[in-house]
C-alpha cells in the first residue's frame, strides 16, 4: 500500500503548480501578470511537434519556436524578446533548435484572458558557455534591410510596414479617415 | 475492502498518467471567424486593455509586431484567442507576409485545431474569408500605442 501511495505521489507531482521562479534574474517590465521564470528546456519547430510538419532548419527563424519545458515537459510558447521594439523570439531561438538550453525571463500568466504559458525571453544559455541576452531581432533587421538604413526605430523603415500604411492607412481604413482622424487628433 | 481501496489508487494512477502519456496532439477541424490580432499586446497589457489592443485602434502597432515576428492569434467571436501557425502554404508565422497582410483584418478561417498546455494553436487551411477590418474602435480608443501616428506638428 505505502509503494502505491509513493508511486502515486511521484506520478501526480509534475503535474503540481510548478515555482520556476528560484534563480531567475528576469529584469521586470512591470506587466501586471508577469512572473520570473528560469527553466531548462528543448527548442522546438511548434508546428513540427503539433504536426509532424518538420523542416531541417526549424524555418530559419520565420516558424514559431516553443520551449518544451525538462522538469514538465511542458510547451511554453515564447512570444516576445527581450527588446522594447515589437520583437518576437523565433529569431533568437532559431540557433538554438533541437537543443536544450537553459533561458531567464518572464512568464504572462492570465488565464482569465487565456494566456497560459506564454513567455517573454531574456537570456539564454547552453550548457557551460555564457548566457547571451535575447535582443538579437534588430540586428538581423538590419543585416536584411540594408537599403533601409535611417533614423529612427526599425518599424519607422520597414518597407513592407511602410507599404501597407501609405495604402490602408495607419488606422487601416484608408487614407481617407487617417486625414480626418489627424485633423482632429493632433 | 482493501482490493476496493487497491482498485480506486490503480484508477487513479492512470488517470494522473494519462496527461503525461499522450502528449502527442491530435488535430481537430474547425471553422473560426474572428480577428486577426498581435497576440503580446492583448496578454501583457503593456499598451492597455484587451479592448484597446485590437482593431482599427492598434492596426499599425498590429502590423509592427506581426512584421517583428510577434505570434499572431485569431480572437473568435466568443474571446477564444487560437496562436496562428501557418496560413495556407505559408509557414512563416513568424513575420512572413501572408500573416502580415492580414493584421486587424476579421477573417473567417478553416484549419485545424491544435490544443496543448492551455493555448490553442491554429494551422489555417483556408481563409474562406477576409472582411478587411470591421472593428472599428479608433474613435473610442484613439491610436494606441499613441506614437504609432507620428504627430505631425513635429
Known amino acids: 500500500m505505502?509503494?502505491?501511495?509513493?508511486?502515486?505521489?511521484?506520478?501526480?507531482?509534475?503535474?503540481?503548480?510548478?515555482?520556476?521562479?528560484?534563480?531567475?534574474?528576469?529584469?521586470?517590465?512591470?506587466?501586471?501578470?508577469?512572473?520570473?521564470?528560469?527553466?531548462?528546456?528543448e527548442v522546438?519547430?511548434?508546428?513540427?511537434?503539433?504536426?509532424?510538419?518538420c523542416p531541417e532548419d526549424c524555418g530559419a527563424g520565420k516558424r514559431q519556436l516553443g520551449l518544451v519545458?525538462?522538469?514538465?515537459?511542458?510547451l511554453v510558447f515564447p512570444m516576445k524578446n527581450s527588446q522594447p521594439a515589437f520583437t518576437g523570439a523565433a529569431v533568437e531561438l532559431a540557433p538554438f533548435c533541437g537543443q536544450t538550453v537553459t533561458v531567464d525571463g518572464l512568464m504572462i500568466d492570465d488565464p482569465e484572458l487565456g494566456a497560459n504559458n506564454v513567455y517573454l525571453l531574456?537570456?539564454?544559455?547552453?550548457?557551460?558557455?555564457?548566457?547571451?541576452?535575447?535582443?538579437?531581432?534588430?540586428?538581423?533587421?538590419?543585416?536584411?534591410?540594408?537599403?533601409?538604413?535611417g533614423k529612427g526605430p526599425w518599424?519607422?523603415?520597414?518597407?513592407?510596414?511602410?507599404?501597407?500604411?501609405?495604402?490602408?492607412?495607419?488606422?487601416?481604413?484608408?487614407?481617407?479617415?487617417?486625414?480626418?482622424?489627424?485633423?482632429d487628433n493632433f | 475492502m482493501r482490493s476496493q481501496i487497491l482498485t480506486g489508487l490503480a484508477s487513479a494512477i492512470a488517470l494522473l498518467a494519462a496527461p503525461i502519456a499522450g502528449h502527442a496532439a491530435e488535430g481537430t477541424r474547425v471553422q473560426v471567424t474572428g480577428e486577426i490580432i498581435d497576440t503580446w499586446c492583448y496578454y501583457s497589457g503593456v499598451m492597455g486593455s484587451p479592448d484597446a489592443v485590437v482593431g482599427s485602434a492598434h492596426h499599425t502597432c498590429a502590423l509592427w509586431c506581426s512584421a517583428g515576428g510577434i505570434p499572431v492569434g485569431l480572437l473568435a467571436e466568443d474571446g477564444t484567442v487560437y496562436m496562428v501557425l501557418k496560413v495556407g502554404d505559408d509557414a512563416e508565422a513568424a513575420?512572413?507576409?501572408?500573416?502580415?497582410?492580414?493584421?486587424?483584418?476579421?477573417?473567417?478561417?478553416?484549419?485545424?485545431?491544435?490544443?496543448?498546455?492551455?493555448?490553442?494553436?491554429?494551422?489555417?487551411?483556408?481563409v474562406v474569408s477576409d472582411m478587411d477590418i470591421t472593428n472599428v474602435n479608433h474613435d473610442d480608443y484613439g491610436n494606441v500605442p499613441s506614437f504609432s501616428i507620428p504627430d505631425p506638428n513635429k
Open chain 1, 2 to 41: 505505502r509503494h502505491l501511495i509513493a508511486c502515486l505521489a511521484l506520478i501526480a507531482s509534475p503535474l503540481a503548480a510548478q515555482d520556476f521562479s528560484e534563480g531567475s534574474e528576469a529584469r521586470s517590465w512591470n506587466l501586471y501578470a508577469e512572473v520570473p521564470a528560469k527553466f531548462e528546456a
Open chain 1, 69 to 74: 519545458r525538462s522538469a514538465d515537459d511542458v
Open chain 2, 95 to 126: 513575420g512572413g507576409d501572408t500573416i502580415l497582410n492580414l493584421a486587424a483584418h476579421t477573417v473567417e478561417a478553416d484549419g485545424m485545431l491544435y490544443q496543448r498546455d492551455g493555448l490553442n494553436y491554429l494551422v489555417v487551411s483556408e
Open chain 1, 122 to 149: 531574456q537570456t539564454i544559455k547552453v550548457a557551460d558557455a555564457d548566457k547571451i541576452k535575447a535582443n538579437q531581432w534588430t540586428k538581423v533587421w538590419a543585416k536584411n534591410h540594408p537599403d533601409a538604413k
Open chain 1, 44 to 53: 522546438v519547430d511548434v508546428l513540427c511537434t503539433l504536426t509532424g510538419d
Open chain 1, 155 to 183: 518599424f519607422r523603415r520597414d518597407p513592407r510596414i511602410k507599404d501597407i500604411i501609405a495604402t490602408e492607412g495607419y488606422l487601416g481604413l484608408g487614407l481617407e479617415v487617417d486625414e480626418a482622424f489627424i485633423a
